[in-house]
């Protein structure tokens, strides 16, 4: 199944010479401004007083042999879903569902089928997407995963996104595909929405910490795993992973900030003392 997924992906790419202009659902062009207002909304308030510990979290990537990158809001700085259900002309419905389940209302994976079958995106929609809204890299990102490689370091992103939005950003910093944990979306034939694979760790709760332990499993047990994220599930993925570093560069989550030991707000800061 998981050939045919990658199929399915890589037709988005083979077809995007050959497939007419797609017009987004519901999209006008005050897209781009909400989307800078709801960033700075999300950083509303962010000061150099969150950093916690900096001195010490350089110094846990020192001794670290891989690194698992959360995706949204911390690798990018745009949240996937939230971004496509807006292309489609879904956010509000979607914003809504996503209030919902913060409350405890349904679990995670029923959550995200709620959600995709809002957003109901067909394949030609993400390829579209993709197209037109490439996302947006956090400030210093490149040159921290660059500086990692460097030293030998193995970089995972681990998401509760979806591959086809995440893949092309594992291009730009190259991360090979499989070392991409990720849900994944399925298509039928004829490129309509099918459903997500609900064998993926990370389509559950809990699903970070389960990715983790198959990269332990993949790199060796002995090796030292530090997971970078700016939400709950990243957090709750130590253990599994040896340390968890918050991230607040896009928003800052105060529940996150207040559990985590080590906190920051720009990769910059762990690079001037690596």
Same mark, same amino acid.
């Given at each position: 199944?998981?050939? &045919? $997924?990658?199929?399915?992906?890589?037709?988005?790419?083979?077809?995007?010479?050959?497939?007419?202009?797609? #017009?987004?659902?519901?999209?006008?062009?005050?897209?781009? =401004?909400?989307?800078?207002?709801? &960033?700075?909304?999300?950083?509303?308030?962010?000061?150099?007083?969150?950093?916690?510990?900096?001195?010490? =979290? =350089?110094?846990?990537?020192?001794?670290?042999?891989?690194?698992?990158?959360? $995706?949204?809001?911390?690798?990018?700085?745009?949240?996937?879903?939230?971004?496509?259900? *807006?292309?489609?002309?879904? /956010?509000?419905?979607?914003? /809504?569902?996503?209030?919902?389940?913060?409350? +405890?209302?349904?679990?995670?994976?029923?959550?995200? /089928?709620? #959600?995709?079958?809002?957003?109901?995106?067909?394949?030609?929609?993400?390829?579209?997407?993709?197209?037109?809204?490439?996302?947006? &890299?956090?400030?210093?990102?490149?040159?921290?995963?660059?500086?990692?490689?460097?030293?030998?370091? !193995?970089?995972?992103? $681990?998401?509760? +996104?979806?591959?086809? &939005?995440?893949?092309?950003?594992?291009?730009?910093?190259? %991360?090979?595909?499989?070392?991409?944990? *990720?849900?994944?979306?399925?298509?039928?034939?004829? +490129?309509?929405?099918? @459903?997500?694979?609900?064998?993926?760790?990370?389509?559950?709760?809990? @699903?970070? *910490?389960?990715?983790?332990?198959?990269?332990?499993? /993949?790199?060796?047990?002995? !090796?030292? %795993?530090?997971?970078? @994220?700016?939400?709950?599930?990243?957090?709750?993925?130590?253990?599994? =992973?040896?340390?968890?570093?918050?991230? +607040? @560069?896009?928003?800052?989550? !105060? !529940?996150?900030?207040?559990?985590?030991?080590?906190?920051?707000?720009?990769?910059?800061?762990?690079?001037?003392?690596?």
């Amino acid at each position: 199944m998981s050939r &045919l $997924v990658n199929s399915l992906v890589n037709l988005i790419a083979i077809s995007s010479a050959e497939s007419p202009s797609i #017009r987004p659902r519901g999209v006008n062009s005050s897209s781009d =401004a909400s989307t800078s207002t709801t &960033l700075a909304t999300m950083t509303n308030g962010f000061s150099g007083e969150k950093e916690k510990k900096v001195a010490e =979290a =350089a110094a846990i990537i020192r001794r670290t042999n891989v690194v698992c990158f959360d $995706v949204d809001s911390t690798v990018i700085r745009e949240e996937g879903i939230d971004e496509l259900a *807006a292309f489609c002309g879904k /956010r509000a419905e979607v914003s /809504r569902l996503t209030r919902e389940a913060m409350q +405890g209302s349904m679990t995670f994976q029923e959550a995200l /089928r709620k #959600r995709l079958e809002i957003i109901n995106p067909s394949q030609e929609e993400i390829w579209e997407f993709l197209k037109t809204h490439p996302s947006t &890299l956090s400030s210093g990102l490149r040159e921290f995963v660059k500086q990692l490689k460097e030293r030998n370091v !193995e970089v995972f992103l $681990v998401s509760g +996104g979806f591959d086809c &939005l995440i893949e092309p950003v594992a291009e730009q910093l190259g %991360i090979p595909p499989e070392n991409i944990y *990720a849900n994944k979306l399925f298509f039928t034939f004829k +490129g309509d929405y099918a @459903g997500f694979d609900t064998t993926q760790p990370t389509s559950r709760s809990g @699903g970070k *910490a389960e990715a983790i332990n198959k990269i332990k499993a /993949r790199t060796g047990q002995n !090796e030292i %795993i530090t997971m970078i @994220g700016d939400g709950a599930t990243d957090l709750e993925a130590s253990p599994p =992973a040896n340390y968890f570093i918050g991230y +607040g @560069g896009n928003v800052v989550r !105060e !529940e996150v900030r207040s559990r985590s030991t080590y906190y920051v707000t720009s990769f910059s800061q762990l690079m001037q003392h690596l």
